[in-house]
């Protein structure tokens, strides 16, 4: 990186620091220096310039004239933070996201060459994998990616919850559940950082819309943030130890999370010993001084106001230099580890060909089986001639919109897909789908990088299907495929019309494929290229099989095509649920928040209108909610079907009195012709004594290693105290109640296969937390 070592400091500091006339007299060197020596010896500006980033590289001016000046780097990454030559501090370089390393693939100055990144299936296509060991050969190899571009840490993964099936970023989400979130995190952290390359685990806390997501207050109880919007953090924090957490745009219960002392210090570090450090989502928050003193370490992507705010307030006595320091001193030993700091010689050929076989495979194991009547899949070998509808056979939808989309080399569709599979696809309906497409998006051209970032063109609609041509199309095919996508992302909350349900086009082509298909006796598959939970209910008696393909990353088309001819065996099951009726959705009063027009809040970046997030459904948010007031979904949490079939049997626990920790054991059994996997589930029931509590809750899941047909394979969980225990907000505490729980073993949230109970004996007080975060207004909350 020769470019690095040519970099003079004073060259990378904002203009008006340069004018502080900086005496540069000697230069220690971070190593052999130690970071407390190297502060000791840092100007004030220096200092300044370690906790503000060095701003943010826009293709568009208007930004260019806020912000701090640009340094080399990685083109089209994030940001970086600013070195200090003079010190023996490299600068580091922050790259999304969640679906892979998101970095320009072109450069103009490199004609010929190309920066491509693997573009992974998205946070929800993993989860539903259920598979932390494949989730963590994921993060391994987006790590590689990653160091080999000359990334030192990327933004990512991304786990607020999926609250309502409209949020905009669902798709770079894991789940409703907090345990699956917390556990494909740590796998995903784990993966990426044993390259030695950071993370930041995002977006920290509550930051579970997109409506003005600068301006809102998430109003949430102190219970609900507790048990269902921190737990994962919680658990990814003490499993994985990501290098930094991103603080959201929002603020709860009326502070800015990047300016909450309660979220940041006491919460992250105090009780969970979080030892990284925080960075802010990219212009958050209106007060810099809050933000350092929240231990907000870091400031991103910088702006020179900020800079020259902290500057003023450490002179005039308002902001003390050694908060300063204690900010800088946490950003130093993350710089000790980056593979800047190493001098690392990043190659600029990360192994795409190897990731791009891995992110087929992962895309296959996320996929999620609905219905299969009659073993309609995988498809009968007599089967040669397909009919494939659907705009999104021939556009499939890799990921979703913002800094979660990755530029990769190539997307495969399912077209390509089937067809690299070997069948014959009719080659009429390809040339008008195609040509619709094409001509749709060349009278709706993509705008330029910051408008489409923040309002994405929309796709083009689905396409007319006439039934002269339909019936053309039965006779000569032996079967028909319809593929739907919806598409959402950063900055754009759905709808309910259009994106939770379908539009008249797709449901009506949704129908008339069927009508004719099923006239002549020949069967009609959908595939779901979504990332979030859609209806299914008003048109799913038409379709024979629905599968789920998610928005599966750049080899989409190959993973769907290998479910579908059986190469691979389904094994995904839902990680969020698929509601019968938006009307169902706890959390539809109050989505996306009520906005006041009168209140206009100015932050560093922006100005809007001051959005109350009250989340009244408190810990009632997905199968919590539909287990526990018996509000029957279209597709249950947990579900997904298999082409074989598994017995559980054998459910056995360590006692019946607990006693600091209990053991289960389950044993499954391919009892199918051909090998799986399967997904089995613990959720536990617990005594409502003290407090109320969900139906039952997810405290344990495992997926099968490939079971042939006949065998078996035990599966152990162990639950601790704090599985047991629920948080009670008076007493501040988790508390588990004396009285009967019960195991359920389950293969979804409502298939509970076996159960086993056993008896706590006393109150156990499991853990005593700080009051904090408390609403500052009335939650009209949901009890049941
Ligand atoms: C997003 C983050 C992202 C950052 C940098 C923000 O707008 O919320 O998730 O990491 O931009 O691109």
Redesign the pocket.
């Known amino acids: 990186m020769t470019f690095r070592s040519t970099l003079l400091l004073l060259s990378i500091l904002p203009l008006h620091l340069i004018a502080q006339n900086i005496p540069v007299k000697i230069n220690p060197q971070l190593t052999p220096y130690t970071v407390k020596e190297i502060i000791k010896t840092m100007t004030l500006v220096e200092k300044v310039n370690m906790v503000v980033g060095n701003g943010f590289k826009m293709p568009e001016d208007n930004f260019q004239s806020v912000v701090g000046n640009t340094q080399e780097g990685v083109p089209g990454a ?1 940001g970086t933070t600013n070195a200090n030559l003079r010190l023996g501090i490299p600068y580091m370089v922050l790259s ?2 969640p679906a892979g390393v998101r970095i320009d693939p072109l450069r103009e100055d490199q004609p010929g060459k190309t920066y491509y990144a693997t573009a992974w299936p998205v946070g929800i296509s993993l989860a539903s994998s259920w598979d932390v060991d494949l989730v963590k050969t994921v993060g391994v190899a987006m790590g590689h990616e990653a160091k080999e571009y000359g990334i030192d840490i990327m ?1 990512a993964p ?1 786990l607020n919850i999926q609250r309502n099936p409209l949020g905009g970023r669902n798709f770079e989400y894991y789940s409703e559940d907090p345990l699956i979130s917390g556990m494909i995190t740590s796998a995903m952290v784990n993966g990426i950082q044993s390259n030695g390359v950071g993370t930041s685990i ?2 920290f806390v509550a930051n579970e819309q997109e409506k003005n997501r600068f301006t809102a207050n998430t109003v949430v109880s102190e219970r609900a943030l507790r048990e269902i919007y921190l737990k994962g953090f919680e658990i990814a924090v003490k499993n994985s130890h990501p290098w930094t957490v ?1 603080s959201a ?1 929002n603020q709860v219960n009326g502070t800015y999370a990047s300016e909450s002392q309660d979220l940041l210090k006491t919460i992250l570090r105090k009780e969970w010993g979080f030892t990284g450090i925080v960075m802010t ?2 212009f958050s928050g209106k007060e810099p001084i809050a933000q350092m003193l929240a231990g907000n370490n870091l400031l991103m992507p910088g702006m020179a106001s900020q800079a020259k705010q902290i500057l003023e307030a450490v002179k005039t006595g308002k902001l003390s230099e050694k908060v300063l320091d204690e900010n800088i001193e946490g950003i130093l030993n993350i710089i000790l580890k980056s593979p800047s700091f190493r001098h690392y010689k990043y190659s600029n050929q990360p192994d795409l060909k190897r990731n791009g076989q891995i992110a087929r495979e992962t895309a296959a194991e996320g996929m999620v089986l609905l219905k299969n009547d009659e073993q309609v899949l995988p498809i009968a070998q007599r089967i040669h001639r397909i009919a494939l509808f659907g705009n999104n056979s021939y556009d499939l939808i890799t990921g979703g919109t913002g ?1 979660g989309q990755v530029n990769c080399a190539y997307r495969i569709s399912l077209v390509q897909g089937l067809s690299n599979a070997g069948y014959t696809l009719d080659k009429e309906l390809e040339k008008l789908y195609t040509d619709y497409i094409t001509g749709y998006k060349s009278t709706h051209p993509k705008k330029p990088m910051l408008q489409e970032y923040l309002h994405p063109t929309p796709s083009a609609p689905e396409y007319t299907l006439d039934n002269d041509l339909l019936n053309k199309k039965v006779v000569i095919s032996d079967i028909a495929i319809v593929a739907i996508g919806k598409k959402l992302g ?1 900055g754009n909350d759905g709808k309910p019309e259009n994106d939770f349900y379908l539009t008249v086009a797709e449901k009506t082509a949704i129908r008339i494929v069927a009508d004719a298909f099923h006239a002549q006796n020949k069967k009609v598959i959908i595939v779901l290229n979504i990332g979030s939970a859609i209806d299914v209910m008003q048109w799913k008696d038409y379709a024979d099989a629905i599968l789920i393909s998610w928005q599966p990353g750049q080899e989409g088309g190959n993973a769907i095509a290998d479910i579908l001819t059986g190469k691979v065996n389904p094994s995904g099951k839902l990680a969020i649920t698929f509601p019968a009726s938006y009307n169902d959705v706890p959390s539809k009063k109050d989505f996306p928040g009520k906005e006041f027009p009168e209140k206009i809040i100015k932050t560093i970046i922006t100005k809007g209108p001051y959005t109350e997030d009250v989340y009244e459904e408190g810990i009632y948010v997905g199968y919590r909610y539909y287990n526990s007031f018996n509000v029957k979904p279209a597709y249950e949490f947990g579900y997904g079907r298999s082409y074989t079939q598994f017995v559980y049997s054998n459910l056995k626990i360590s006692s019946s009195t607990f006693n600091g920790k209990i053991k289960a054991s389950v044993t499954i059994t391919n009892n199918g012709k051909v090998a799986g996997k399967e997904v089995v589930q613990l959720y536990l029931s617990a005594p409502t004594k003290s407090i109320y509590k969900p139906a039952e809750e997810l405290k344990g899941f495992a997926k099968t290693k490939l079971l042939n047909s006949g065998e078996s394979q035990t599966i152990c969980f162990i639950l601790n105290t704090k599985d047991l225990a629920s948080f009670n907000t008076t007493l501040s505490s988790w508390i588990a109640d004396a009285g009967s729980y019960t195991i359920k073993i389950g293969a979804s949230s409502e298939d509970i296969k076996l159960t086993k109970s056993f008896t706590l004996i006393k109150d156990l007080i499991v853990e005593k937390v700080n009051k904090v975060l408390v609403p500052q207004v009335q939650i009209n909350e949901l009890i049941r």
Do not use: F, R, T, V
Request: charged share 30%; aromatic share 16%; net charge negative.
């Open positions: 994030a999304d996201g933004l991304a995002k977006h991103m745009y989502d990219w800094s950063e």
